[in-house]
DNA sequence: GCTTCTATGACAATCGAATGACACTTGTGT
DNA sequence: ACACAAGTGTCATTCGATTGTCATAGAAGC
């Protein structure tokens, strides 16, 4: 069953690119351009998350949210809100008036999505995927349990998270800048090496034995999770 | 066996609400909308328990419940109040009218399910699970009563709740942030490192001797009460 | 062989969790 | 009303786990 987004947002481009791609990643997508539409689209069904544009014309996205906020039937719907940048002193005002989290326009996709999957994983685990599965392991991120061929492993919370990124798209091959901004954040500032020497521990964490490497080096371009590990 | 829910509540928005929320829990929903239809669903077949709003146009929620109290059949049907807010001081009168127990609209869904669920145990456990076990250790929400190998142990009300709470879903990781909006209410504003505190009131409480200790913390994440635990 | 890039062990700094102490509330029995 | 016991939320401290860097060794590319 596919979860089903709300988004209120006011300029149609926005819109769009949410549609498309948050249909492509088999959401099922509901737009409001104002309070009131956006009234009638979750009086129509209960969205399981709802994607806030901070300023609308009319009611504003904090009244919304604060509107929702106080109706039984919205109380716990997760939201997001999306602020414009030179907005974020508003940040701690936006998570006081109840929404979950935020996100500064411009926002990138993956970020986004991190960000949602992350919310409904919380609210509707049985919406999301919660297990991620290659070859002989396995990462369950509802128990936070790390496993290769059936034997649990103990890894630090960087190298979970570092394993559960690269697993996110086996294949794919992550700069260690895109590391760092993916699993560290965006705002802190590291050595690239320092992934390096991350990728060494998670590879000593998940290869115990002489078991085969399912991280791969490409050099000169960063690390991936081979795709074809067995 | 499912148990059987009606609501009697007026505002369609809500029974909907209600019944998607209720069945999704999986209850039997029968909804009336007034006290005529009401008589008509209990007659249809006897409700496990009853959600009854205040305010109803024509026979009020507290005549009803006046009613239903005195006819034989449907004199020990728990019945759970759903008030406005500023009606609250009507409490006692509701209590004493015998309702078993009243929710403040806007109520939270998680508070209303733990209050049905309470409500069932107590009137029939064998629709509801009474009691949890993992290991040796065995918790029964009715008597409210632990259990460790036998011996009872004693845990004060929060800790109780927490490993309740924890026991709910064995295995799931569950933030601090988690924890205390789901063991001390959404609406208090406790400090996160306080769970750590009860955490570990919990561990002394539950672990006597030297006995394995069931709560796994997951640094950077929160808790979870271990679902391999033996 | 020389250059460039990556792997790894060592290490100091930092962080997060566990714990005991303490002041405050709440509830109970007298 | 009062005293007492139980239960709570914060804090400061302690201690082991985790982290970011660096220096050095090892591979790969040309």
New interface residues.
């Given amino acids: 069953m596919n979860a089903r987004v709300l988004v209120v947002e006011d300029e149609a481009d926005l819109i769009e690119l949410l549609r498309y791609n948050l249909e492509a990643e088999g959401f099922a997508v509901d737009t409001a351009e104002d309070a009131e539409e956006a009234g009638v689209r979750i ?1 129509e069904g ?1 969205p399981d998350i709802i994607l806030l544009d901070w300023m609308l014309p009319g009611t504003s996205g904090i009244e919304i949210c604060r509107r929702l906020r ?4 919205t ?2 719907v997760p939201i997001i809100m999306l602020t414009a940048r030179g907005e974020e002193e508003e940040r701690v005002r936006g998570l006081a008036t109840g929404a979950d989290d935020y996100v500064v326009k411009p926002f990138s996709l993956p970020e986004l999505l991190a960000r949602i999957n992350a919310l409904l994983r ?1 609210s509707n ?1 049985h919406l999301v995927a919660t297990v991620l599965k290659a070859g002989d392991i396995e990462i369950d991120r ?4 790390v496993r290769r061929a059936g034997r649990e492993l103990h890894l ?2 960087t190298e979970y998270r570092l394993l559960e990124y690269l697993m996110g798209h086996p294949g794919r091959v992550y700069s260690r800048e895109q590391l760092l901004d993916g699993v560290w954040g965006t705002d802190v500032y590291v050595d690239d090496r320092t992934v390096d020497v991350h990728i060494g521990r998670l590879r000593k964490a998940i290869n115990p034995g002489r078991s085969s490497d399912p991280i791969r080096t490409v050099r000169g371009a960063g690390y991936s999770f081979d795709e074809k590990f067995k």
């Fill in positions: 009086a209960r106080a109706r039984e039937e109380a716990t919380r685990p509802t128990t936070h349990r630090g919370p």
